[in-house]
């Protein structure tokens, strides 16, 4: 698409021109088209998030803005193209960009001065940038005043130098904007969950050169405790606060939150369709009502509700077994047998679980019997514990553990929960010991053991028992 020749005389141009100036979807419209040879699809949460980030820089408002929103669902583009219009708008502006690693800040600060360089942003301003020396994603445009421009870091990163906001602008001059704070996966360790809060709160706050620079959140939710859970007040951060001090973080913000799912029905269905969602939420919900509905529940985590038995013990012959060890303290042995198996046409994951209270060197005798009874090929057990002492000793598997506990069990003992069928001789306290996990539980080998099996088991086949 060749800008020019559709808009040919520079009568069109300045048209044009204001009418992007005015509009920052007009401004997405034009520039993504000349750019990408495409439209750009704009959904009805569009429409509310643009409102939203025009009433900051047409100083309407000065609050600050928290917007979460699924992930995929544009966030990061709609941003790069706003902070690209609002210096067409006024060159002499500051933003403190930031993210959750120096790549992505790299990735997004590139990409904001491609849609600069580009054939319909250059015709219209036709803005000369000047890099950085010390940094990649750091720049200004030419003929700027005061401290103007893009100022990036990562979240935990060196923010000497980066600001938010210009004094020598009158009105809206620039704005702290914080995007996907927290990679996906980390939100899981608390303690890079405080961190981030830490970095917010006691840093980048601090950068903010006028009392009246917007902060601007844009991230999908990951944990009750996020930087959006900080300040809104929820998670442990909202513990014994009484209502109205719960709602006080709302004087100071406005909110656009986006749900991918409404009233039963995708809110983009192109993008991820009703079914798919519908599925996640039933498979792993702790993943959809946190990223998809931002409405995180770590109680989620511990809901293993609902035992399903097999009536046939031989469904499990010829399956894998998995010894899970504990030392120091009170010992402990798990001990899961496991086969995948079609019922009905559905695959179905056939348990059997046996804890000891004892050493695994005092339960390997019986181990091996009820290897035997059960007909079990190949037994695995990690080496991170005993250096492989227990695998060697006993012909099992070994193999070294380096997925952090948590995650593991929600990935695979949650997310096949409701396809598990467990053997009937299946030890009380093995069952129980997984219905009452959480994150923080003391005890966990019965959960571990059963999450590290089926991941063995959904990665390889079964080996057949030697007769």
Not at 40 to 65: D, G, M, P
Not at 78 to 99: D, G, H
Not at 149 to 166: E, K
Not at 206 to 234: A, C, F, W
Request: proline letters at 2%; a neutral charge.
């Amino acid at each position: 698409m060749i800008f020019t020749e559709d808009f040919k005389t520079d009568e069109e141009r300045g048209i044009l021109k204001l009418a992007c100036e005015n509009s920052l979807k007009v401004f997405i419209k034009v520039v993504h088209y000349y750019m990408t040879g495409s439209h750009f699809t704009f959904k009805s949460f569009h429409e509310e998030i643009i409102e939203q980030l025009e009433a900051r820089a047409k100083y309407h408002t000065t609050k600050n803005l928290l917007i979460n929103l699924p992930t995929g669902f544009g966030k990061s583009i709609i941003i790069e193209y706003f902070k690209s219009w609002c210096f067409a708008r006024n060159k002499n502006i500051c933003f403190l960009y930031t993210s959750y690693s120096d790549k992505l800040i790299q990735k997004l600060s590139s990409e904001i001065m491609e849609i600069i360089k580009s054939e319909p942003y250059q015709i219209m301003w036709g803005y000369s940038l000047k890099k950085d020396k010390k940094s990649k994603a750091n720049w200004s445009i030419e003929g700027s005043i005061g401290r103007a421009g893009l100022t990036a870091g990562s979240i935990g990163g060196t923010i000497t130098g980066l600001d938010a906001g210009n004094p020598a602008v009158e009105g809206f001059c620039g704005a702290l904007i914080l995007d996907d704070v927290m990679k996906a996966g980390d939100e899981m360790y608390e303690t890079k969950r405080d961190l981030c809060v830490e970095f917010y709160t006691r840093k980048l706050t601090t950068r903010l050169r006028r009392s009246d620079v917007p902060t601007i959140i844009i991230m999908q939710r990951l944990h009750e405790d996020d930087l959006t859970g900080y300040i809104k007040n929820e998670g442990k951060y909202g513990n014994n606060l009484t209502s109205e001090q719960k709602e006080k973080w709302k004087k100071h913000w406005d909110e656009v939150c986006i749900k991918a799912l409404v009233d039963e029905k995708s809110v983009w269905e192109e993008k991820i369709s009703t079914e798919m969602l519908l599925e996640e939420r039933e498979r792993t919900p702790w993943v959809f009502y946190a990223q998809r509905q931002q409405e995180p529940n770590t109680n989620i985590n511990t809901n293993f509700k609902g035992l399903n038995f097999a009536d046939n013990e031989a469904l499990i012959y010829n399956g894998i077994g998995l010894v899970d060890k504990s030392f120091g303290g009170a010992d402990g042995t798990a001990f899961a047998i496991a086969k995948m198996t079609k019922i009905d046409g559905k695959d179905k994951i056939i348990i059997f679980g046996k804890h000891w209270d004892k050493h695994i060197d005092d339960c390997i005798a019986e181990i091996k019997a009820l290897r035997y009874k059960y007909k079990t090929g190949s037994i695995y057990t990690e080496n991170n514990d005993d250096k492989g002492f227990t695998a060697k000793a006993n012909n099992f598997i070994q193999y070294h553990e380096d997925m952090n506990k948590h995650v593991k069990i929600m990935n695979y003992l949650y997310s096949y929960w409701k396809d598990i069928l467990f053997l009937p001789e299946t030890d009380e306290f093995f069952i129980r010991q997984i219905q009452s996990y959480n994150e923080n539980a003391l005890h966990d080998d019965c959960p571990d053991a059963c999450a590290s099996i089926i991941r063995q088991l959904t990665k390889r086949p079964s080996i057949e028992f030697l007769h």
